[in-house]
């Protein structure tokens, strides 16, 4: 019995039914081994959305997030263009705490806002404050597309009134960068009172005659090209930015026709006379820097 149980068992290979008619077929053959890949750290490459190449990221940012290929200009954060743009450490920011509640108890709205907040570590879709560019007093305002696409709700509107009302203490130009997707419609018509409420804060500007530069980046549209962006003294863009109010596929499929070329591109927008300069990224801060001392008081004037 105790041999039983220690012999040696017997196996029995059992071949797969075959369906009638068919024939067996060749073993399949040992698969190879596949070597294990590797983990690389993400964020090394991006890819450009103009040419398609693909970028280093550290020498993309070298380069101020334009693609070394073909010039196409990468979208900001707010932070970002702050860095390369004013002079360093001369920036203090302005009403930081102040952020757009949900006046309508719009659905989801306070948890898209929440999100947005997180997401970015801003607290609104724009930035204001005092800083000096080329060692000339500013006051700017810089808006942020990773914030909900920069919509302009109440709390956009007021940071922006209280910047130019501050420069009109200082006297000192203002410089607003713009780029959005328009009024924020989660706020309805508090929202679009936005459009009224900043345009004639730039109109006090005017009067005192405190120069305003209005800079176009990617994407410019809706309501906020249709106030205080298209209004400044001096309107300035980057190559290659959308500008508009109805967006080209929009346009197109209400009067159902073909649109140019670069329709609403900062380029065409040069053309037609809508901005006064196409300036690349990497020229833009010795540009304002030039404006600034241009509109400097000088001796014998009265400003």
């Known amino acids: 019995m105790l041999k039983d149980l220690f012999r040696k068992p017997k196996y029995v290979t059992v071949k797969p039914r075959l369906e009638e008619g068919r024939e067996e077929t060749a073993k399949p053959k040992e698969q190879e081994a596949v070597p294990a890949k590797r983990d690389m750290p993400g964020g090394l490459w991006q890819k450009c959305r103009s040419c398609g190449e693909i970028a280093y990221t550290k020498e993309l940012e070298r380069n101020l997030k334009v693609c070394p290929k073909c010039g196409y200009h990468f ?38 806002l929440a999100e947005a907040r997180d997401a970015t570590g801003l607290k609104e879709a724009i930035i204001t404050g005092e800083a000096t560019i080329g060692g000339f007093p500013v006051i700017i305002g810089v808006m942020d597309s ?24 200082r006297r000192v130009p203002v410089i607003i960068f713009a780029a959005s997707g328009g009024a ?17 804060a730039v109109a006090k500007l005017g009067e005192a005659g ?33 500008i508009a109010f109805a967006g080209p596929r929009v346009i197109e499929q209400t009067i159902r026709q073909k649109l140019p070329e670069g329709f609403q591109r900062a380029e065409f927008m040069l053309n037609h006379g809508f901005v006064d300069l196409v300036v690349p990224r990497g020229g833009l801060k010795g540009t304002l820097a030039a404006l600034l001392d241009l509109h400097q008081p000088r001796e014998g004037t009265n400003a």
Request: hydrophobic fraction near 40%; avoid cysteine; glycine fraction near 10%.
């Open 210 to 242: 405190i120069p305003y530069i209005s800079v176009f980046t990617d994407p410019t549209t809706g309501g906020v090209t249709a106030s205080f962006a298209s209004v400044g003294d001096i309107n300035l863009a980057e190559p290659g930015a959308l």
């Open 75 to 112: 979208r900001l954060t707010a932070r970002e263009r702050l860095a390369f743009t004013v002079d360093e450490g001369s920036f203090v920011e302005l009403d930081p705490g102040l952020f757009s509640g949900n006046p309508l108890d719009f659905p989801e709205y306070g948890e898209k």
């Open 184 to 200: 924020r419609m989660q706020e309805g018509i508090i929202s679009l009172m936005q459009m009224a409420k900043t345009s004639g």
């Open 146 to 169: 990773h914030f909900i696409m920069a919509s302009m709700g109440s709390a956009v509107g007021e940071k922006i009134v209280r910047a130019m009302e501050r420069a009109l203490e």
